[in-house]
């Protein structure tokens, strides 16, 4: 016999690059997502020499970019050894008392409007309409310095290094010494994973009908940071503003996320159902940005998340989020424009736009 409900949506508001927007949240509980709402796709063939296999593979990308805006992600080709020892130091750090890690907190770095180093829990707040974050994070942004593809760092163009923000000093790594191990298990899978968003990306563009190496030179030097999550679980009755990390949608092209077997990730569908994204082994998670729906005039999907730890274990997560190099920008891209229609968006560097996510995200926290 089945049951219906009266109730009705509620509204869940987050802040964007165009001001505070809202989407309907239906009165169901989460449920876990099915294999057509969260497909999982096997990349390896992008890195095939035959154009076809790459071809195909494009397209699965673009049939979930434009459904859902999420997939799991396979044939990465990133040894599980890579993910593991950094999930390891991970957890070492972490599990130091407040005192170590408060010797790398953001504020302590040159450029900590740039986020580098340690945040406690709850001083981050992703939604400002909900509660402040139950989580700690460790995060580190693009340093050419560590770049396999780089050759002389002083031979890099001046318009780029402008928008290169990295300590002198190095830090945060210079005062993770108590976490000997951390700093080399950390850059080597972010130096795996930088590898394979380049060549994502180029799959991408083939996706929306470029040529593969139409984006190479907005990628030399990309807006590529990492986020190390530890989430302390959640009391089962903690609020339904209370979350691990708040509804948001991501700033820049696309996030690839490595999540443990611990789960807590939810992804807000079209019709606001919310839907637990589990993990599945040996995979990444990967999700559109704000940036990308906008160059594509909204063909691909920058779809609203969240987390929620309520499994009475710890969890951890690692976030990589690919941008262009910020000195570059984009407009709506031809081929995301049928005859008829009109471009939604006026072009706007990498910077500017995310400068404009963090500006509207504060001013929504102080109203």
Same mark, same amino acid.
């Given at each position: ?26 009165? &169901? !509980? ?34 979930? @970019? +434009? ?14 050894? $890579? ?5 390891? @130091? ?6 130091? /008392? ?6 790398? &907190? +953001?504020?302590?770095?040159? =450029?900590? #409007? %740039?986020?580098?180093?340690? #945040? ?7 939604? !400002? ?12 942004? %693009? /340093? ?15 318009? *780029? ?13 210079? #005062? ?37 190496? @139409?984006?190479?030179?907005?990628? $030399? &030097? ?26 948001? +949608?991501?700033?820049?092209?696309? $996030? ?21 994204? #589990? ?16 160059? +594509? ?29 910020? =000195?570059?920008?984009?407009? *709506? ?11 939604? %968006? ?22």
């Amino acid at each position: 016999m089945s049951t219906t409900t009266t109730e009705s949506p509620t509204t869940l508001w987050l802040s964007s690059g165009n001001g505070p927007i809202s989407r309907p949240i239906l009165p &169901h !509980p989460p449920r876990d997502a099915l294999p057509s709402e969260i497909p999982l796709i096997d990349i390896s063939p992008i890195f095939s020499p035959h154009l076809s296999e790459r071809t195909t593979v494009a397209s699965q990308i673009r049939h979930a @970019a +434009t459904t859902s805006g999420f997939f799991y992600m396979t044939g990465h080709g990133i040894p599980t050894a $890579t993910t593991e020892s950094a999930r390891r @130091a991970a957890l070492d750090f972490f599990h130091q /008392d407040e005192e170590s890690k408060r010797k790398v &907190h +953001t504020s302590l770095s040159e =450029n900590h #409007k %740039y986020k580098v180093g340690w #945040k406690g829990n709850e001083e981050l707040r992703i939604n !400002p309409f909900e509660g402040r974050d139950q989580r700690e994070s460790f995060s580190w942004r %693009y /340093d050419a310095r560590y770049d396999p593809s780089v050759g002389d760092v002083n031979d890099i163009p001046e318009e *780029v290094v402008a928008f290169l923000k990295t300590d002198a000093d190095g830090f945060p790594w210079t #005062k993770t010494g108590s976490v000997p191990h951390f700093e080399e298990a950390v850059v080597r899978c972010w130096q795996a994973v930088l590898e394979l968003g380049r060549a994502l990306l180029r799959s991408m563009a083939l996706a929306l009908g470029l040529e593969e190496t @139409a984006w190479d030179e907005k990628f $030399t &030097h990309p807006d590529a940071a990492v986020a190390l999550n530890w989430y302390p679980s959640q009391q089962p009755g903690s609020g339904e503003k209370d979350m691990s990390i708040g509804s948001h +949608t991501d700033f820049q092209l696309f $996030t690839i996320l490595w999540q443990d077997e611990v789960g807590g990730l939810m992804v807000l569908d079209r019709e606001g159902q919310w839907l637990r994204a #589990k993990p599945i082994e040996g995979t990444f998670v990967v999700n559109f940005g704000d940036y990308m729906q906008r160059i +594509t005039n909204d063909r691909f999907l920058s779809t609203v998340h969240r987390v929620q730890n309520r499994s009475g274990r710890e969890r951890l997560s690692m976030a990589f989020f690919f941008g262009f190099n910020l =000195n570059e920008s984009c407009g *709506v891209l031809d081929t995301c424009v049928e005859e008829g229609e009109e471009k939604k %968006y006026d072009e706007v560097s990498c910077f500017e736009w995310t400068q404009r996510r963090l500006r509207a995200m504060h001013q929504a926290k102080t109203e």
